[in-house]
């Protein structure tokens, strides 16, 4: 095993010397950076060829790998690491790179250059898909999957999916649009590409372990589903029937299945069988899908497997292991049949007499060309020339024996896959007639097969010319061959085997057909039934049970067998068991051929018998099934050695003719004139659609001519149209502006609206602040007058006091002066009468003293009359003074409300005039009280009165105006009513009771005579 460090090298090659065949691993890359430090490589894809791979490491560098030319090329440094990686099928110079930083980048291999980023994911990119024809492509990440345009880098849709159920796996099916979504509760669902509507979803098994679905593969043909996950347990799931067909129990080493691939082989026309899983120890094992057995495996526990990549023609394997390097594997090495060593080339010498002189042998060496244009040493020893006629008959060219190679195939149950061509050659005896196969194609390609592709599609356009070319080469040769639908069916087979040999491939088609399908063509075009009637014959006699079950059916031989024989098998068997079975075809009589075909029901003769729609048997005769090669093989020989002769085929049908050297033989085994017939009604078909193209042409100018009216016609009247339109148009348009002009102008007046209510809501709000203020203002000014009013009432509470005073003052004072007026008269009284007791009885002074006494009660009758006035005006005067008073503080009152009504009425859009009216308390005009006076006797003089100004001065006055009254407020003139009703009663009463004592004492005056001077006098 070759070990290839690249190192930082751009470009080299992969191998510096060429691999030695039989060896599985065929070289191992490393990369090796500074201080021998090996850098790991993370992903590997190969292209659609399969003989190039892409590779990325974990600094971010991506490399070319082409194994048919032994090179490899860095093509890009992305700085991150990969973390999926994948070719663009439609430009195969471009390649798809997921990055770590949750982005995909598109490069051209070629020119290094960055052709498209697209970004979108918010996780990690686990895989990229990307559908047959290139167009699409997705992307899968954990929490969500992608769709995206290939030729416009655009993300068409999205999948997003809950928390709670992940995404596993978003792929496309091969050679369909269908998309699969396989998701972490083992649902899978169908979606159609095109229009993405759900066209179906796999039944989660509710049976058995639960596998946890990790790892996915489909066979090329998108048929087969293979699905593995936590468990040594795999699912087949058939994606026709949408129904799990197959459980597969892996090998108790198998804990967890880490990946899943399909081995694709040339002839299994995208059905593969063998099936490659990657498991938790590193190590991959290939198994066959349908007898569950191991053919091989990969890797070990020492040289574990990370991942691996399996090329799309099914010849080289390449892992990534477990130390980050690459492994290319070959499959042909790997696989046990190709590890057998191939026979002898010294051929043993037999025949000829036991008395033979062994110096009549003449050994012969020369040098043939085999196939793969490869020279070999072939040494052919020539018996004598006289040998017997069985001898003669068993030898081939080449130096080959039958009889020996029949034993050789016996013995191992095929040929060596390196000497199979060569084998087949020589059994054959292909006369290789370069000039006549040369006439052939040189007539080109026949009619019949013009539109081949359109029948048959075939990806590779190598394969479908050489088909084309096989097939018109044999029309030419016989004309029935232009005729038989199921033709293309037998010879793509062998097309597809010689390839590279076109000519080789031509001439094993036609001794198939003149060998093994002797009398195929006799009731053309119906299936052969008497080939059919040979097979049915030899069932019947070796399983007469299954025959009558099919009987029962109402299954034919034309669908058991027919099947069979028109595709050579190529539709129930894998490449591999079709070899091993034409080998032992090639080898034996035609006839074993049908043999072959009985030995194949028979084998399968347990599903057959649990059959019973016709739909079941179209389904098992044109599909795989579960079958021992081997076994068949032995029935077939079994079949050949036990059937009687009188239903044997052998007796029907002739040995084996090989074709004639120079000029291919005649053949015409079939019916002539039923094909001359149809040769003779398609010549005619050819020609009535020769006249019908013609016609159709001439139909087509005139058309082409009345197109070409019509559009000019069309052209005016749609100008005329557009003309319309365009007015049309023009006038919706100016109808258009107009409304939107309407509109603006409403919108407008709707703005203006708008301001208007803001600025009187803004005005309002200023108002409103404002009326605030002023409440704020006249609050204060209520309180400053509540203040001036209990200051003005203390005030008059102590100018009334005052006057309560200076009123008992001059109370007290007139008492004073009634007392010394009474001590006074009292002692002018005793003087007097002490004068008159001294004088006697004189009548002068008597009269001198009546005559006083006289003057005396007139002095005393005018003082009286004095003070009675007096008193009137006094009490004329209290009660002008309380009118005066409840006239004011009513008129208070009224203001006072007035002013507060008006405060709550005035409106609130008047804010401007309220900022300029002054609201202002009128008071009613000031009306002097006038100071009571009292009056004495006449020698008592009344003290001074105040003057008017000092009157006033003394006198509460409510209604006197001060600039603290310029506003109205609303203010109450309850505080300190109580004190001031309070103090005028005290007053009025001490009032009451000073005009009661001198009442009283005026009485006590006039009571009796005798002491009626003295008493007024007193009073």
Known sequence: MEVTDIGNKEEGKVWHRKPTPGKGVLVTVVRTAQQ?????????????TGDSFLAGDHHGNIYVFDISRNRFRLVQKTGQACTALAFSLRRTTEFLVALADYTIKCFDKDTKQLVSWMRGHEGSVSSISVHSSGRYAISTSSDTAQLWDMDTFERKRKLNVRQSVGIQRVFFLPLSNTILSCFSDDSIFAWESDTLSCKYQLPVPDCGPKVSYKAFAVTRDGKSLAAGGRSNLLHLWCLDSKQLIRVIQMPTQVRTVRQLDFLPDSFDGGASQTLGVLSQDGVMRFINIHTCKLLFHMGSHD????????????????????NGSINVYSVQSLTQELNKPPPSRVAVVSGGGADQDLSNLKVKVRSEVVQRGRQTQVKILRPPACFTAEEKENELPAGLNKKRLVALLKGFGEYPAKYRMFVWRSLLCLPENHAAYSSLTDKGLHSAYLTLQDKYPIKSHKLQRGLQRALSALAHWAAIFGEVEYLPLVAFPFVKLFQNNPMLCFEVVATVIVNWGQHWFEYFPNPPLNILSMA????????KELLQHLVDCGITSQLYVWPLLETLFSEVLTREEWLRLFDNIFSNHPSFL????????????????????????????HHRNNLDLGAMIKEAYRLMGSTPADIHPRTLLSDFTPLTKGQYPVFN???????????????????????????????????????RRQAEEDAYYAQQELLQNAEEQRRNILAQEEEKLAQQRTKLAAMKRELKVKELQLLDATKRR?????????????????????TKMDLRERETATAVQDLEVRQMELEAQRKRLEQTNMQALEESLAEACQLGLESDWQREVGGRLQQVHAQQQSNRGRLAESHRQTLAEEERLEDTMRDVAGRKWDEVMNSRAQLQEQPLSSAETDVRRQVRVVSPPHRPIPAPSVRAGPDVRPGPAPPLKQAQTNMVCLNSRSPSESSSTVFSLDRGRAQLDSSERNLMKEIRELRQKLAARAREGGSSPSVLTLSSVSQ
């Open 36 to 48: 021998a430090k090996i850098v790991r490589f993370l992903h590997v894809t190969f292209d659609t």
């Open 303 to 322: 040289d574990a497997i990370t991942t691996a990549t399996v090329s799309p023609n099914g010849r080289h394997v390449v892992a990534i292991m477990d």
């Open 536 to 543: 049915e014959n030899v069932l019947a006699h070796h399983d």
């Open 594 to 621: 049908l043999l072959a075909c009985v030995a194949y029901i028979t084998c399968c003769r347990e599903p057959l018998l649990l059959c019973s729609q016709k739909e079941d048997f179209e389904y098992f005769f």
């Open 669 to 707: 085994h079939y019916p002539e004139f039923i094909v001359q017939y149809q040769s003779r009604e398609r010549e005619k078909i050819r020609l009535q659609e020769m006249e019908y193209l013609r016609e159709r042409q001439e139909v087509s100018a005139l058309h082409t001519d009345c197109v």
């Open 770 to 790: 404002f009326l605030k203020h002023q409440q704020d203002l006249r609050a204060s000014q209520v309180q400053r007058l509540d203040q001036e009013i209990s």
